[in-house]
């Protein structure tokens, strides 16, 4: 969607964009200023998929990875599991996942330290454009979605070419590489378990380097004082293979399960894993791709941090497409091959718009 200088109304949206941006202050910044009411630029259609109460009948899935190789029986438990929540929801908690709860939390509130840090020193990492390996900023699609969401961002780009340690920001420069190198050992266990959970060998998704590159997302929740009327992050899927979601006791996230908005509650422990585009697009619709959404709260702050497996941010050409041993007569493939940079300018392209990346990308 592109944004016009001056509406109808005489309401100048991009000149109001670009005061936001140009201060590099993010949401925080309006918040820190006492703002009472959402500025116009966040203000959300109060459409009926807005409207829809979380519905609570629905059991969120949690697989216990304890024992995992500890033996065939246990870890055929595991993937049968996997397999199921990535088949009907594309999105489930994993605990005893390995990352110790100190790093969890460190890195919680290393994100913290962050934001709350002088204006002045946030400033020199912001950033849009996108082939950086560290920026911060508010909306990476300020200038193309509808509405702006109440969101402050920091990415970095850390595998498989980390950035120096002096270009991370000192207040969370440490625990962002530990905690990168615990999600990376988790990230390839998962990968192993969903190769085997469609039939494959267990290095199958691994040598097609799914889980060659990682991007770190950092958000920043700030209360809202009319949560009522935007969005903390619209619906969307994720434009990558697998997603490694820790998130913190406030809640707000929500995941699209049968049509119905079902919470993704906060688990002490836990963390959360979705399945993206991407792996939906190699398994041929088998495991699926979820959309989720985050609700805007007057509580808070909110942090989370988002983990994702993709190799985007990469100038290689290697094509995707459906898995041959996914393809058959009877189930033909359903999308056409893409490589993953060309998937993810889509995405970028398109915006937290609710639109599916994917479905530019079906047969």
């Known amino acids: 969607m592109a944004v016009t200088s001056l509406s109808e109304s005489g309401y100048d949206r991009l000149s109001e964009l670009k005061a936001f ?54 870890r055929e438990e595991i993937m049968n599991m996997v397999r199921e929540a990535s088949e009907t929801w594309g999105f489930f908690n994993v605990v005893n996942h390995g990352i110790p709860d100190t790093v969890v939390e460190e890195m919680k509130d290393g994100i913290r ?79 192993e378990l969903i190769s085997e959970a469609l039939g494959l060998k267990p290095d199958h998704l691994k040598d097609m380097d799914c889980a060659e590159g990682l991007a770190m997302l950092c958000h920043y929740y700030p209360p809202c004082p009319q949560p009522e009327l935007t969005m903390g992050t619209t619906k969307h899927a994720d434009n990558d293979f697998l997603t490694v979601l820790l998130q913190d006791h406030i809640g707000g996230l929500q995941v699209l399960h049968q049509d119905q908005w079902v919470d993704v509650p906060p688990m002490p422990g836990a963390l959360e894993i979705n399945i993206g585009d991407l792996l939906q697009l190699i398994t041929n619709d088998r495991f699926r791709s979820a959309e989720h959404r985050v609700l805007a709260s007057n509580k808070g702050p909110r942090v989370s941090v988002a983990c994702f497996f993709s190799t985007s941010f990469l100038p290689t050409r290697k094509l995707y497409g459906p898995i041959k041993e996914l393809v058959f007569e009877d189930n033909p493939s359903k999308c056409r091959e893409t490589t993953v940079r060309d998937f993810s300018a889509h995405f970028n392209a398109i915006g937290l718009d609710g639109t599916s990346a994917l479905e530019h990308f079906k047969l």
């Open 21 to 74: 941006d140009e201060c590099k202050a993010g949401v925080k910044g309006l918040v820190d200023a006492g703002v009472s009411q959402v500025p116009r630029i966040f203000i959300h259609p109060l459409d009926q998929d807005r409207l829809t109460t979380c519905n609570t009948k629905f059991n969120f899935p949690i697989i216990d990875l304890q024992g995992m190789n500890a033996g065939p029986a246990r």
């Open 113 to 191: 330290r962050f934001y709350e840090q002088d204006t002045q020193v946030k400033k020199q990492y912001y950033s849009r454009e996108l082939e950086r390996k560290v920026a911060y900023n508010s909306n990476f699609d300020l200038y193309k979605a509808p509405a702006a969401n109440w969101r402050d961002t920091i990415y970095f780009l850390l595998a498989p070419h980390p950035p120096h340690p002096q270009e991370l920001p000192a207040a969370f420069r440490d625990i962002v590489m530990v905690y990168k190198d615990e999600v990376m050992e988790l990230g390839f266990k998962l990968l």
